[in-house]
């Protein structure tokens, strides 16, 4: 079973900037970051597939952040960029089974099986 774990959240004033880090005990064909706000459904953020590397981003994403991996470390960063109050959210490391490229995908919410515990990010106006 994979675990993940999410590090580099924080608090920061809107147009800020943050990294998160996620580390993996093995690598998977399909990772990528989600966030859930308080009352709201998970959402997702940004997915890789890590043979290759291609990147898929919500469209609350696209432009301002930033997913990369170290695929030699079992490493997923996400560098946020230009953050707004309603990025406020916790945030989660996520990876899953299967191969099908086409559904790596951040509206992908349920296919996702290894999830870490959070890291809060929270950006003030």
């Known amino acids: 079973q994979v675990q993940v774990m999410e590090t580099g959240g924080g608090s920061v004033q809107a147009g800020g900037s943050l990294r998160l880090s996620c580390a993996a005990s093995?690598?998977?064909?399909?990772m990528g970051w989600f966030r859930q706000a308080p009352g709201k459904e998970r959402e997702g953020v940004a997915t890789i597939l890590t043979d290759g590397g291609s990147t898929y981003y919500a469209d609350s994403a696209e432009g301002r952040f930033t997913l990369s991996q170290d695929s030699a470390k079992n490493m997923l960063y996400l560098q946020m960029n230009s953050l707004k109050p309603e990025d406020t959210a916790m945030y989660y490391c996520?990876?899953?089974?299967?191969?099908?490229?086409?559904?790596?995908?951040?509206?992908?919410?349920?296919?996702?099986?290894?999830w870490g515990q959070g890291t809060q990010v929270t950006v003030s106006s």
């Open positions: 996520a990876a899953r089974n299967g191969l099908v490229a086409s559904r790596c995908r951040p509206s992908r919410v349920a296919d996702f099986s290894y």
């Open positions: 093995e690598s998977r064909s399909c």
